[in-house]
Antibody
């Protein structure tokens, strides 16, 4: 059974940093592109970033470029999202997600990030 | 990339059919046969219901079907059931640099 478990969310002040983690199990993690997708409270889904199987390619939505960094450790079956210079508009539930070619097929339960003073 | 356009809400009685539209552009929906649909119940993670426009993952009831014409994709739920009440989001592949564009979301209400 595919499982994705996020951690690391919480309350942070504007301008602060946070590192999200995602522990993957139930599949060969190193064989899949992985993504982070977020959902602001009461709002829709927004793709944030993704990373190739070996970490050699990474892509970001324009609003987080230069502030967020996606990474992975295939030996630990883990995905990460380093978030710096956080803004109020980054407040959201962040989902770790597995990609299946040209769609996302599995999602974690999400971790809430709140940016507020 | 702008979000794909979906109706805010649709509703139907048990047993009826409802269709949700998802309108994009030639850079996303119209440019690729890679539209997916997700069901999300309150407080839960999204669940893949349709991928590659019309394919159903294992375990998804055949009451759910997808199609596409030009820049608009559609999700049809036939034989509506109470458990189908949820938010539904479309998603289109849009190229390597911004691979996924999501729709604005549609709330399905079972009357």
């Amino acid at each position: 059974e595919v499982q994705l478990v996020e951690s690391g969310g919480g309350l942070v002040q504007p301008g602060g940093s946070l590192r999200l983690s995602c522990a993957a199990s139930g599949f060969t993690f190193s064989s899949y592109w992985m993504s982070w997708v977020r959902q602001a409270p009461g709002k829709g889904l927004e793709w944030v970033a993704n990373i190739k199987q070996d970490g050699s390619e990474k892509y970001y939505v324009d609003s987080v470029k230069g502030r967020f960094t996606i990474s992975r450790d295939n030996a630990k079956n883990s995905l990460y999202l380093q978030m710096n210079s956080l803004r109020a508009e980054d407040t959201a539930v962040y989902y770790c997600a597995r990609e299946m070619a040209t769609s996302i097929d599995y999602w974690g339960q999400g971790t809430l990030v709140t940016v507020s003073s | 990339q702008s979000a794909l356009t979906q109706p805010r809400s649709v509703s139907g009685s048990p047993g009826q059919s409802v269709t949700i539209s998802c309108t994009g552009t030639s850079s996303d929906v119209g440019g690729y046969n890679y539209v997916s649909w997700y069901q999300q119940h309150p407080g839960k993670a999204p669940k893949l219901m349709i991928y590659d426009v019309s394919k159903r993952p294992s375990g998804v009831p055949d009451r759910f079907s997808g199609s596409k014409s030009g820049n608009t994709a559609s999700l049809t739920i036939s034989g509506l059931q109470a458990e189908d009440e949820a938010d539904y989001y479309c998603c289109s592949y849009a190229g390597s640099y911004t691979p996924y564009v999501f729709g604005t979301g549609t709330k399905v209400t079972v009357l």
